[in-house]
């Protein structure tokens, strides 16, 4: 240790400048921003996380309670849609989910099932599956969703929750406030 100098300068430089987004940033931002749902395209069908035919899916955003997750799962909500996906290409299916959540929540119906079915013949299998929980996972309006009740499809279908519309969470708040009052 008889060779080891002192460090003649030990600060660091504390001039912290502000982060400026690139030219690049700003465009990724503008275009993230302006895909909007009604855009079915941010939905991708060039991949997915391949899932087995008899799998069960689960998915619960934060936020929704647990006992609205249990209840979705045991099958204790009454079903007021369904859409059923079978012989529906790829492409179509996404658009097809897509308009009939749009239309769901138009309508304040917020428990539906959809059908895609097990797909333990197509190929690769689950194909179908794998993309309807993809696609449900990124769409917003979709708070949780579950695979179904074996008498209503079992693996093959799954249970959906959507948000309630902006109409139906004031018309909450005001039944809510009239209660406390």
């Known amino acids: 240790m008889a ?4 460090i003649k ?8 400048q502000s982060h400026k987004p690139t030219e ?12 909007s749902e ?10 997915a996380k391949m899932l087995k035919p008899d799998d069960i899916v689960a998915f619960k955003r ?21 859409l059923d996906l079978h012989k529906y290409s790829l492409k179509d ?7 009939f959540l749009k239309q769901c929540q138009r309508m304040d119906i917020r428990s539906v099932i959809i059908v895609h079915g097990k797909g333990e013949r197509s190929n690769p299998p689950a194909m179908m599956k794998s993309y309807v929980c993809q696609w449900l996972e990124q769409i917003t309006d979709v708070q949780c969703f579950h695979s179904a009740q074996r008498h209503q499809g079992g693996t093959g279908a799954v249970y959906v929750m959507i948000k309630k519309s902006q109409e139906k969470k004031l018309e ?3 039944r809510h406030l009239n209660r406390r009052s």
């Open 62 to 82: 934060p936020g929704v309670q647990d006992g609205v997750f249990r209840k979705l799962r045991l099958g204790k909500y009454d079903i007021h849609a369904r």
């Open 93 to 99: 299916a996404r658009d097809e989910i897509l308009r």
């Open 3 to 6: 060779d080891v100098a002192p």
């Open 172 to 174: 909450t708040r005001e």
């Open 24 to 35: 690049a940033q700003l465009a990724r931002q503008l275009a993230a921003q302006s895909l």
């Open 9 to 16: 300068h030990d600060t660091v430089d504390n001039s912290q």
């Open 38 to 47: 009604g855009d079915p395209e941010y939905l991708s069908i060039d991949y």
